[in-house]
T-cell receptor
């Protein structure tokens, strides 16, 4: 079946540090890939997405590139801020999968001054 | 207001009681979803619906019932609440399509005593 594997958290960084959160996937079809973010006490919201190989999704300084050859969609940001502290979820959706998202378990990011 | 809303936001109930969590969306999205979020498990799909009067089981449906008589509403009922159903519940909606994102509600924190 389809699955998403994310690096374990929590990840603790100092402000202005470089961020990478690893995400790899297994899919039976050709998936679209998503990163969602959940701020404390809130629901999930889409951070970025990519729908085909070599696409780069970007938003709010975050980027992720769809790498079909390595089945990966790693999230990066060049300089994190305290306000980026949240839980980040990698997810995929395949055609014919009932329009369902398959989520990773989430990675908590803590950014300190 | 436009968007997706959930009610109540917080609920405490006793073991054995019936509880209904409400979800309402204003976009007329065809698909709606219910998830539960627990530490160590990420998001797990309980039930989803492709349209009014069409529902299907997700990963963890036992102990839950759903209905969808109107496109905009998707209530989730715990017929006889158990302590293991203490969780945060999220409703989401989307249109059909591999590239379409899901939009999440703010969540309902349910405690079963």
């Amino acid at each position: 079946g389809d699955s998403v594997t994310q690096m374990e958290g929590p990840v603790t960084l100092s402000e202005e540090a470089f961020l990478t959160i690893n995400c790899t996937y297994t899919a039976t079809g050709y998936p679209s890939l998503f990163w969602y973010v959940q701020y404390p006490g809130e629901g999930l919201q889409l951070l970025l997405k990519a729908t085909k190989a070599d696409d780069k999704g970007s938003n709010k300084g975050f980027e992720a590139t769809y790498r079909k050859e390595t089945t990966s969609f790693h999230l990066e940001k060049g300089s994190v801020q305290v306000s980026d502290s949240a839980v980040y979820f990698c997810a995929l959706k395949v055609t014919g999968g009932g329009n369902k998202l398959t989520f990773g378990t989430g990675t908590q990011l803590k950014v300190e001054l | 207001d436009a968007g997706i809303t959930q009610s109540p936001r917080y609920k405490i109930t006793e073991t054995g009681r019936q509880v209904t969590l409400m979800c309402h969306q204003t976009w007329s999205h065809s698909y709606m979803f219910w998830y539960r979020q627990d530490l160590g498990h990420g998001l797990r799909l309980i039930y989803y619906s492709a349209a009014a009067d069409i529902t299907d089981k997700g990963e963890v449906p036992d102990g839950y019932v759903v209905s969808r008589s109107k496109t905009e509403n998707f209530p989730l009922t715990l017929e006889s609440a158990t302590r293991s159903q203490t969780s945060v519940y999220f409703c989401a909606s989307s249109e059909l399509g591999t590239a379409r994102e899901q939009y999440f509600g703010p969540g309902t924190r349910l405690t079963v005593t």
